[in-house]
């Protein structure tokens, strides 16, 4: 059966030498015939060929035969076949550039809804241990809660510190970068804890620390995704002091976050973390839940201004809490 | 000349090429030389049993040169060849004793 196998690769790989080979067999045949003929028959040259042919038969049909019995038959149906397909195609212009379209549509659509399914669904956050990881949501008698104030926040991580690790994050909205102001990039202020709370390592550089989330305004520092130190940099290696403009506000630059890593929320990736401190620099993200807060005023003690996502590195137990929060 | 019966192609193709290696006319040849001229292969049915003994390991070829020094494709028999033209004349032996044996049957022995 291998033998077999191989037999039609070959065939197939010298197709030409397999029928130049037929001929030239068909040819010796007739030939030998012929001679045959014109000794035991008496028969001119011209005569003698002339029969040979007559009584060997249909060349093609053998020739056919031949190769059916190489199994080559299959190959060449299928290859007629395609190229009668792509004949009938061309010739109708309009309904295969339509088929093509539609395919092409569903084809991309299925796609990109896997592609969305699998970074929401299918993959994990590439952190140390995604399964651990959650984000806190108060549930009251009235309403689910999704975003709290800094007052509140602290309180959480009080209240649980001893046990488990917390830490908040927001995110921005129209975050200008450069002089010109006219690339926006995405970026989250984080407190203190967040990148030990996920537990990964910067590629370069360090993290934010508790020590860069001490007073308001008064860290202009920011850890950046690997991602975007690529498209802003490309091969130079990381050097403490590079500064970027954002909002035109200097920061320095004082890590690179692990390749591959691009916030907690897949769909946008992240390109700058800034610490919580500088957020009258960079601004609140649709502040939808913060009534009567005083904008202008320093947004850190104040109980409605409720802007951050409280994440923490484990399940905290329900904690009743006032309805003030 | 009677035509071959079905069947019996390969089995003479198998036997003509083990006196001696061949080219195609030539196998056609020592069939009907063998069979005292009573048998001979229908040209369009030979080549195709070639190729597909060839197919099947039973047939080795080589080119070489004929005798009005023409390009030739030459068969000769492999191991797996000789081993079925074996087998295959013990059935055939075998299957026309049988059926001697069937046709000789006379009416008070039924």
């Known amino acids: 059966m291998f033998s077999r196998i191989g037999l039609l690769v070959r065939d197939l790989r010298q197709r030409n030498r ?19 003929l014109m000794s035991s028959r008496g028969l001119s040259r011209e005569q003698a060929a ?6 060997f038969g249909g060349f093609e049909t053998m020739r056919d035969e031949c190769r059916r019995s190489r199994g080559l038959h299959w190959f060449d149906e299928v290859r007629q076949d395609l190229r009668y397909a ?72 009080d209240a649980t510190g001893a046990y488990a690790s917390g830490a908040a994050m927001s995110r921005t909205d129209r975050v200008h970068l450069g002089v010109k102001g006219d690339r926006r990039v995405e970026t989250h202020l984080v407190s203190g804890e967040w990148f030990s709370v996920l537990g990964i390592q910067p590629s370069a550089g360090r993290f934010l620390t508790q020590e860069d989330n001490r007073t ?31 909002r035109q506000r200097q920061f320095e630059i004082i890590g690179v976050g692990p390749k591959g890593f691009n916030g907690v929320i897949q769909e946008s990736p992240v390109d700058v973390w800034a610490p919580l401190m500088m957020q009258q620099d ?14 202008t005023k320093q947004w850190a003690p104040q109980e409605t201004v409720r802007w951050l996502d409280i994440w923490s590195g484990a399940l905290l137990p329900c904690y009743p809490v006032s309805r003030k929060c | 000349m009677a035509s071959l019966l079905p069947g ?49 390991s039973l047939l080795d070829t080589e080119w070489g040169v004929s005798e009005n020094n023409r390009k030739a494709r030459f068969y000769t028999l492999t191991a797996s060849g000789r081993k079925r033209l074996r087998e295959e004349t013990a059935s055939w032996n075998q299957l026309t004793v049988v059926m001697a044996a069937a046709l000789a049957t006379r009416p008070e022995e039924v």
């Open chain 2, 8 to 56: 019996t192609l390969d089995l003479l193709v198998l036997k003509a090429v083990s006196l001696g290696p061949l080219h195609g006319y030539g196998i056609l040849l020592r069939v009907q030389q063998i069979t005292g001229e009573s048998l001979t292969i229908e040209q369009g049915a030979l080549y195709p049993a070639l190729y597909r003994l060839e197919s099947q």
């Open chain 1, 50 to 55: 002339r029969q040979a042919r007559l009584e």
């Open chain 1, 86 to 157: 792509f004949r009938t195609l061309a010739n109708k212009p309009g309904f295969t550039a339509s088929a093509i379209l539609m395919l092409a549509f569903g084809i991309g659509a299925n796609s990109a809804m896997f592609s969305v399914m699998d970074s929401v669904l299918l993959r994990t956050l590439p952190v140390a241990a995604p399964g651990e990881l959650y984000s806190i949501a108060v549930h009251g008698p009235a309403e689910v809660a999704q975003r709290y104030s800094w007052p509140f926040a602290k309180r959480v991580f």
């Open chain 1, 18 to 36: 397999f029928e130049a080979g037929m001929s030239d067999e068909i040819l010796a045949h007739i030939d030998a015939r012929a001679h045959d």
């Open chain 1, 282 to 295: 960079l601004g609140y993200f649709s502040n939808f839940q913060s009534t009567n807060a005083e904008i």
């Open chain 1, 216 to 246: 308001p305004g008064g860290h202009p520092v920011i850890v950046v995704s690997h991602q975007f130190w690529s498209k802003q940099f490309g091969e130079k290696p990381f050097s403490p002091g590079q500064t970027v403009l954002l």
